[in-house]
């Protein structure tokens, strides 16, 4: 017979061997957020990322006024980027001010998108059945935050509405898409 205290120290290393495997999952398969298409856009040019984060516009004005370097993009990742920066921008010209490097930028940016859904639909059900195959508008992503799990979620209106946004532009995901540790 194993002893209580043995028993609970081999679960215990089973669980901690376990956990670099968990974390190596991240969100990379998942289609670019706003903040990510963002910094590569205006890639070192600070600047460039100030004069942007600091305007507001509706999505067809973010269009317009980034117009050409929008380009390079595919139309989802175009929609997203503006879509983004419509919910986000303006960002506080103070915040801003402090960033030295694009890792600071994307310190100080609002999340995007597959920020909310990786960090927040996770810690009670599978990100894949709640989020990545489901195929919504954004009225319907927004509704879902009136179920009484939902409605008590730590996400300000703006998070919800970038969430939204970003998941009836890039969602559903192909099954074959997604890692297969993730699927379900």
Request: proline fraction near 7%; charge should be neutral; hydrophobic fraction near 45%.
């Amino acid at each position: 017979m194993i002893a209580p205290r043995s028993l609970a120290a081999a679960i215990g290393l089973t669980l901690l061997a376990a956990a670099p495997a968990q974390t190596q999952n991240d969100e990379r398969f998942m289609p670019k957020g706003g903040k990510t298409l963002l910094l590569e856009l205006v890639g070192d040019d600070l600047a460039e990322l100030r004069r942007i984060a600091t305007a507001k516009g509706s999505e067809a004005e973010w269009g317009e006024l980034l117009g050409p370097r929008l380009a390079a993009l595919g139309e989802k990742e175009r929609r997203t980027l503006v879509a983004y920066l419509a919910v986000n921008a303006p960002v506080p010209a103070a915040a801003l001010a402090a960033v030295r490097s694009p890792a600071d930028a994307a310190n100080v940016l609002p999340r995007d998108g597959r920020d909310l859904a990786w960090n927040e639909c996770q810690f009670c059900h599978s990100l894949f059945t709640s989020h990545l195959t489901q195929d919504r508008d954004v009225r319907a992503w927004l509704n879902m935050f009136q179920s009484p799990f939902h409605r008590e979620m730590k996400m300000t209106v703006r998070e919800r509405e970038e969430f939204a946004r970003y998941s009836a532009i890039n969602m559903p995901m192909k099954t074959e898409d997604v890692p297969p540790e993730l699927r379900f």
